[in-house]
């Protein structure tokens, strides 16, 4: 492996460890090395927190060392001033005259300045060392950028014989219906710590009043969104407990009191109601959404190919009849055995943007 690979590639593994914390942000990693020699690391650890160059630049004790070193960074460093002062600038003022970039950012008001402003002030710039793996690292981030919507994943667990459900009966109690196992059960919770939204239809609030939190795995709660056209799901539902951010889409002029975390939103359920939405959920800074269910608000992601991927747990238990599963074709990328089988489908459409 060349030397600049090596670099960024822990630029790589530096940047994961904000995954769940900095969104809608991107996870950035950065090192400093003068003479092949590491003397600097840092990664964004929070939205609206230091970057990475800023902290990867602190933890270097001997500053006048940085006027002979390199800095990697797996994300082209900003040129504009956000939550955070422009990281080009400060690589600039600290002398650094080379730097190493994964790949360049998508973001209109960054996209190429960075670059510009560090080549303008004489760094020598280098861009696309390990490009597809920084690419893939931010996919949420790049298709939220390049295609102005979250990045949307979604999750079913099924049958053996195809079923998401079983028929529901009138006045049953609400309630889950188990298909997956308690492994898989956890990574969905994990998923949802990593996702900014977790969304549902109406059926999945009426028939299992979920709570959409991540109890089985640490970290912070998604928003929970909630499609909810004629105010069918019953005021004293977890999703309107409070004690997770909501925001709840409607056609209706609701008269619930006031909740704390909760937001009614007033749209047309219409032919462009999903894209809608998520210009909505975007314009709220929620870069990824996690939709578990139902199957009807699930194929119609499938049939508009509003999606980048999905996750689909296929148990070895039978129901016979009940609600039929998501038809999909997309790519699949992964499969495993965890005592049900979990399958990972990419959609070609959407994902070539990367």
């Given at each position: ?19 769940g914390y900095v969104s809608p942000n ?86 190429g300045r960075g670059i510009e402003m ?156 999903i894209e809608n939405i998520f210009s ?75």
């Open positions: 492996m060349i030397i600049d690979e090596k670099y960024m590639l822990r630029c790589l593994q530096l940047a994961l460890n904000g995954k991107p996870m950035v990693g950065a090192v400093v090395v003068h003479k092949d020699k590491i003397i600097g690391e840092g990664y964004h650890r929070r939205y609206g927190e230091a970057h990475a160059e800023v902290n990867a630049i602190n933890s270097v004790k001997d500053k006048a060392l940085l006027k002979e070193s390199a800095i990697y960074v797996s994300l082209e460093p900003c040129s504009h001033y956000g939550k955070t002062p422009p990281c080009a600038q400060l690589i600039i003022d600290m002398g650094i005259p080379r730097v190493v970039v994964g790949c360049s950012d998508p973001y209109p008001a960054v996209s560090l080549q303008a002030a004489g760094v020598e710039v280098v861009v696309g060392i390990l490009e597809k793996e920084a690419r893939e690292l931010n996919k949420e981030f790049f298709v939220a950028q390049i295609s102005n919507r979250p990045y949307i994943y979604l999750k079913w667990a099924q049958t053996e014989d195809g079923f998401i459900d079983k028929v529901r009966l009138e006045g049953e109690n609400p309630g889950s219906t188990p298909v997956s196992n308690d492994f898989c059960r956890m990574l969905v919770h994990k998923k949802r710590a990593e996702v900014g939204g977790i969304m549902i239809g109406t059926n999945t609030a009426v028939n299992d009043n979920p709570s959409l939190t991540t109890r089985y795995w640490y970290g912070r709660n998604p928003v929970r969104v909630v499609l909810d056209r004629t105010g069918r799901i019953p005021s004293g539902y977890t999703v309107f407990d409070g004690n997770v951010e909501t925001i709840v889409f409607t056609e209706q002029e609701t008269a619930r009191p006031f909740a704390e975390n909760l937001t009614f939103i007033k749209v047309d359920f219409g032919e462009n109601l909505v959920l975007k314009k709220r800074k929620i870069g990824s959404v996690l939709v578990e269910g139902g199957g009807e608000l699930l194929q119609s992601l499938i049939d508009k190919h509003l999606w980048d991927e999905a996750y689909i747990e296929t148990s070895h238990i039978s129901f016979g009849n009940g609600i039929k599963a998501p038809v999909i074709a997309g790519r699949t990328v992964g499969e495993w055995k965890w005592g049900t089988s979990v399958q990972v489908q990419l959609c070609p459409d959407n994902y070539k943007i990367l």
